[in-house]
């Protein structure tokens, strides 16, 4: 049998220089993505099938241990490891650019390949910040309404808007909630497509990352309220919607750093 070589992109090996960006990027981003989602939208499809899988997999687990309450935090909070899967839909988008042809082999072997390198780093932060998020939510179960049981959502949904107690952790849960989200956003939002096209260390990444977003605080803060809107839009019908929104979102990921990065030899 033919050994078939699948070929693998050189990577380059220092941070890139990033230059601001407007709404008029941003827009542009979300078009390509779009575009690139149609081109190849079986990938799409399977990656974005991870993790509706996974979320019904959540609402299943929650369900038969009796704690109907950790619903919404856990779906909220799932969607937040969604870059790890965008690898793959961040390798299409930068062939289907470059005019490199995009097969299974090359993708699938190009996402394999990140075991080896500092992208497995990035799974520790991120794996972190949903760990201070389940925490501060329990947290703040204890302290607005004790360590009342909810035999429902609808008894938990219940309570929630129709308490004082229920209102202040809403209230509370929210800006906490926002205030994590910005962190995991400006840390991930350029260090994640980085590490995937550079060999370069995951804290330089994430120090280019936080600067992009200084550089650029209402365009990319604007990104990233869009993409939490329609995440959540997303998980409304049973997780289903996250089959096309997150692909969509990670082709735009890509396409964004593209226009900020400035092109420069290995």
Do not use: C
């Amino acid at each position: 049998m033919e050994n078939r070589q699948v070929a693998v992109p050189p990577t380059l090996s220092r941070v890139p220089r990033m230059r601001a960006v407007t709404f008029a990027d941003i827009t542009g981003s979300l078009k390509d993505g779009w575009a690139d989602f149609k081109a190849f939208p079986f990938y799409g499809l399977a990656f974005g099938g991870v993790y509706a899988a996974g979320g019904l997999l959540i609402l299943y687990i929650v369900t038969r241990i009796g704690a109907p309450w950790m619903i919404i935090p856990l779906a909220i909070g799932f969607p937040l490891i969604a870059p790890f899967v965008a690898v793959g839909l961040y390798e299409i988008s930068r062939r289907r650019a470059a005019g490199e042809p995009v097969t299974r082999e090359a993708v699938f072997a190009h996402v394999f390949r990140q075991r080896e390198r500092q992208l497995g780093w990035m799974a520790f932060v991120v794996l972190f910040i949903f760990w201070i998020w389940i925490y501060q939510v329990r947290l703040l179960l204890a302290l607005f309404l004790g360590f009342k049981s909810f035999s429902s959502f609808q008894a938990f949904a219940h309570i929630m808007t129709t308490t004082s107690e229920g209102w202040g952790f809403l209230i509370v849960g929210t800006i906490v909630g926002a205030a994590l989200a910005t962190a995991l956003f400006s840390v991930t939002v350029v260090a994640m497509p980085m590490l995937m096209e550079r060999d370069i260390d995951f804290v330089s990444a994430m120090i280019a990352s936080v600067q992009a977003v200084v550089k650029s605080p209402v365009s990319m803060l604007g990104f990233g309220a869009l993409i939490g809107a329609l995440t959540i839009v997303a998980l409304v019908p049973a997780f289903l919607g996250l089959i096309v929104v997150l692909p969509i979102l990670g082709h735009a990921t890509w396409r964004l750093y593209e226009r900020m990065s400035e092109t420069e030899a290995a």
